[in-house]
């Protein structure tokens, strides 16, 4: 049973542009969402993450916008790098200690 | 500051054997957790060791176990080997007890087919 829907599933976008990976969720019990960057033969890598109680949270080109009533939440990468294609999850932790991700988005960022 | 390692980096089994699979956790972790990544999938959790119990399991039959040693490092055992279990399989580490509990650090992973 999959618990947090991610789309879409590849994204291409030209450099310079805006990439934009959507994630739901139906578990009200969730209080931690992640983002991870992986990258071909490696493990995943902590991006940036939100807390339920603040509704955006920005670092450098990646913003995350959360929406809690609609049980969604966004990442956002600006003036988007060559550099920045790999594969993307997002996540949600649970307050039994357990997370789920997505099942990914491979983008790919055109020179 | 070393990262998380993981080995063997890859390997092959044939149905029914079993396999063991090691990790070594990030310098000043005390917890460490256990994913199934399928090609194309996101990572499922298996299952989390802190003061070398089991502490969560995932939805993995009891074929699936693991240890965690005195020193943080872990083991995943898969016992049975069936053609679904090939996968890449990520160990992560984290610091259970303050604001860092959910900040996980992967290993690059061990990838594991099974023919």
């Known amino acids: 049973q999959q618990q947090v829907k991610q789309s879409p599933q590849s994204l291409i976008v030209q450099k310079g542009g805006i990439s934009i990976i959507n994630c739901a969720y139906e578990?009200?019990?969730?209080?931690?969402f992640p983002w991870y960057q992986q990258f071909p033969g490696k493990g995943p890598a902590l991006l940036i993450a939100?807390?339920?109680?603040?509704s955006e949270k920005k670092e450098g080109r990646f913003t995350i916008s959360f929406n809690k009533s609609a049980k969604q939440f966004s990442l956002h990468i600006m003036d988007s790098q060559p550099g920045d294609s790999a594969t993307y999850f997002c996540a949600a932790w649970g307050r039994d200690d357990k997370i789920i991700f997505g099942k990914g988005t491979r983008l790919h960022i055109l020179p | 500051e070393t990262g998380v390692t993981q080995s063997p980096t890859h390997l092959i089994k044939t149905r029914g054997q079993q396999v063991t699979l090691r990790c070594s956790s990030q310098?000043?972790?005390?917890?460490v957790s256990w994913y199934q990544q399928a090609l194309g999938q996101g990572p499922q959790f298996i299952f989390q060791?802190?003061?070398?119990?089991?502490?969560g399991r995932g939805n993995f039959p009891p074929r699936f176990s693991g240890l965690q040693f005195p020193n943080y490092s872990s083991e995943l055992n898969v016992n049975a080997l069936e053609l679904d279990d090939s996968a890449l399989y990520l160990c992560a580490s984290s610091w259970r007890g303050g604001a860092g509990a959910n900040v996980l650090t992967f290993g690059a992973g061990s990838r594991l087919t099974v023919l």
């Open positions: 939100i807390r339920p109680d603040v």
């Open positions: 578990n009200t019990a969730f209080d931690y």
């Open positions: 060791y802190y003061r070398e119990e089991e502490n």
């Open positions: 310098s000043g972790h005390n917890t």
